[in-house]
């Protein structure tokens, strides 16, 4: 018997309207765990570098993590996986909800998707039946609207929806995936549904999902729960609010907007505007969110409330979480009414929440700027708020220059010419990054940035505090329950960073303790993503209920593998070396790797060279980023290091450099 | 004939709706309880409380598995409370023909909540950590008979939903099946 997982996966081929469920190797699920770990073998296995996002040949993979469906507390992520038509890399996008639980419970850990439907489909996915339906009549609808049509024509109350709206179907870079209170945003996935005609696929499942320890299991997760209650009454003090307490920033939560918004940029992340948060605007933001926000919601078998529903006045309602709160009000210097009000719209549309703010800001300045012309912005309102709109609706219906911007800022500068690109600037991997702008230097958070394949800083930090605490005595007190460290070390790493003089960044943490701590951080995303397990109980928090320590207890008492943390951090190792090594054979290179150029001010060449050599070196890698045959051996990946010998991107003596090729190829 | 007083505990659960976050934790930790061995599987299909929930229309209504009811209601109800809409039959708790819950998936079997009997407290609410469930107990005194005979009425409950299903006959042999090989 399989405990945790189903053992089966659903094969989807859209283009012949094959359906197959397919049996999987347990042995894989110790290898490469589950979730993303799994997904990204499948798509080394089937989807080779030739393979463009919008071919039938790309797959599209939705993955139920591995102890979804199980009474772990907060573990209900659905990991969606393809090639980004962005950047062209592989892109890993993850949402919470009631998805992958339902999936698990329809006897299914994945389901993958290949070729293309002539006409717009829905996959309707009922325990043993599957069928692919007609979805003509949903063409142009809104994902919510899509869903909920959906479910009353199946009269399923109870089926979960993962849909795509407007966006998902024109093939908008940034499309994403929609699924009522979560969605999958980041790296277009969106839109490569959208290629393939795929509208929504719907999930109900009424059987059983085991564990194999039944009793030591509970036990686990009643310790998680009594965590959860302990640190609710036990915020930690000295670190900004939405750090403090657990879950997914507490957006919904808190009216606090002080830190972020006047820490952040504003505009196409131009701007920091440093006393911004006074009590009148405080007083107003308040009242909105209190006018529109119905109630605090939850995903599945989780106690935290970090979703919210909100009800504009005079709109449909909707739900939103996290930062998607603040980023259209920011990019259009307006304020929170705008900034919910055409979060509705954008949610309908099925976009992401970070490219989409940004893109509209950057066309502006370029039309401010006299890039964009009267005649490219034909037709746009004056009105500042309303040319957001109007940006909106052209970029999803790829109308005028609405076409050109559906490709995200860096596609769309090179498209546009004439100097675009210096606009495009905030940018990694040609995917639209977070409005942060710094002074000094971190470390940590270059090697993150750098390195980083999830393409979202919030998806790589976490559980080591972001910024020093000013005094020793503070410090202490912080290392003394830390228990979540892998090793003791960590906490003298912490208890000897200083804000000022010699132990303070850039130079501190050196540039071990940064490799070594962003190792860390990084471990603990990628196990998760394999688990389906959310970050705001885990990877994303300083003193997380879900650590190195318990992670392998809930796999074997869970899904019945023998685990112990050494064989967990290697088996994430293992998968992220893969998605490193799928990505060098896509193109990436060590030239890939940097955080836009104006992120900091004060910027330390040698030391961010220094910083890179080591990191790679740490993580088995030769000085382009590309994992070395001995790593690859090491991870029992003989198979990827004779890809690469064959490929050219390995030679067979060591370390040798490889050609260097770019992912800057342009689509057809 | 006039039985003994027995003094009984009466447990209730409050159930406050504005503190539902409709996480249904409530229904996979009943299905775990439940399952046999315990905990050993999860399938929230298989709970004795359902959270009818519609997030669009703020729609969150825990709802315990009560009696069977062989037949659906002549009439049905629909309650708009706060300008707010529920769906039709929200409130009830039997296990009806007219809808899937409370049901065994595979057996179509009725499902009854049981209060966790055996824990110190049902796990819903256990598990809800925004007490939307909070458990209230207290003691009444009854006629003992009135014990018995709930358990009888219990055992009668489920014989009618078994002869419901297979026939009457059917139930008839097995049983004397059963007997013979004791």
Known sequence: MRYAETGVNLEVDLTRGNIERVHTDPQDTELYLGGLGTSTKILWDRVPPEVEPFSPDNLLIFAAGLLCGTPATGCNRTIVSTISPQTLLMAFSMMGGFWAPELKYAGYDKVIIRGKSPDLVYLWIHNDKVEIRDASHLKGKGANETAELIRQELKQPKAQVAAIGLAGENRVYYASIEQGRSSASRGGIGAVMGDKGLKAIVVRGTNDINVARPAEFMELCYEVIKYIKFREDNPIPGVIPILAVLGSPQEMAIHDERWHTENFSWGNARHRRKGFWTPEVAEEWTET????????????????????????????????????????????????DFGMRIAQR??????????????????????????????????????????????LDRIVRREGIGDVLANGTHWAAEQIGKGADAYAHNNIKKHEQLPLKLSMLNPIYFLMYCTGEKMNITQIEGQFPQAPFPKREHREKFVKDWFQVPDDRFKQYFLDWEPRGENSMPYYPTVEMSCDIVDWQERM????????????????????????????????????????????????????????????RRGLRRTDEK???????????????????????????????????????????????????????????????SQETSTGKELE | MTGEKKKKIVKTI???????????????????????????????????????????????????????????????????????????????????????????PDSGLPLKCDMCEGEEEPLCVKWCLTDALVLEEREEEVEEEAVEEEEQEELEVGLESLADKYGLQKILDAVARMSMKD
Request: hydrophobic share 30%; with cysteine; aromatic share 10%.
């Open chain 1, 289 to 336: 969110l209190n006018s529109m926000r119905t109630r605090l919601i939850s995903c599945y078998n989780c106690p935290m409330e970090c979703g919210a529903t909100i009800s504009p006045p005079g709109q449909p309602t909707f739900m939103m979480k996290c930062f998607s709160k603040l980023t259209y009000t920011m990019a259009a210097m307006s304020n929170l």
């Open chain 1, 346 to 391: 954008a949610t309908e549309y099925g976009v992401d929440g970070y490219s989409t703010p940004q893109v509209m800001a950057f066309a502006l300045e370029l039309y401010e700027n006299g890039i964009l012309t009267d005649d490219d912005m034909s037709g746009m309102p004056s009105e500042n708020e309303e040319r957001f709109y109007w940006l």
């Open chain 1, 525 to 584: 995303h990628y196990i998760d993503d394999a688990l389906g397990m959310c970050t705001g109980l885990s990877s994303f928090h300083i003193k997380p209920p879900y650590h190195i320590h318990n992670i392998p207890k809930f796999m074997s008492a869970g899904a019945g593998i023998d685990m112990d943390e050494d064989k967990l951090s290697k088996a994430a190792k293992r998968y992220r070396t893969l998605v490193r090594a799928f990505n060098i």
């Open chain 1, 595 to 657: 955080p836009p150029d104006d992120h900091w001010k004060k910027r330390f060449p040698e030391l961010e060279k220094e910083l890179l050599d080591t990191y790679y070196k740490f993580k088995g890698w030769n000085n382009e980023g590309i994992p070395t045959k001995e790593s690859l051996q090491e991870l029992d990946l003989d198979y990827v290091s004779e890809d690469l010998v064959k490929r050219g991107i390995l030679t067979d003596s060591e370390n040798a450099p």
């Open chain 2, 14 to 104: 409050r159930i406050d709706l504005d503190k539902c976050n409709g996480c249904r934790s409530c229904e996979l930790i009943c299905s775990a309880f439940h399952a046999e061995p315990k905990y050993s599987s999860n399938n929230p299909a298989r709970a004795r409380i359902r959270l009818i929930r519609d997030p669009i229309r703020d729609v969150y209504v825990p709802v315990y598995a009560g009696d069977y009811a062989p037949a659906e209601c002549a009439g049905r109800d629909k309650y708009t409370i706060d300008g707010k809409e529920y769906d039709e039959c929200a409130f009830c708790r039997a296990s009806c023909p007219s809808r899937e819950e409370f049901k065994e």
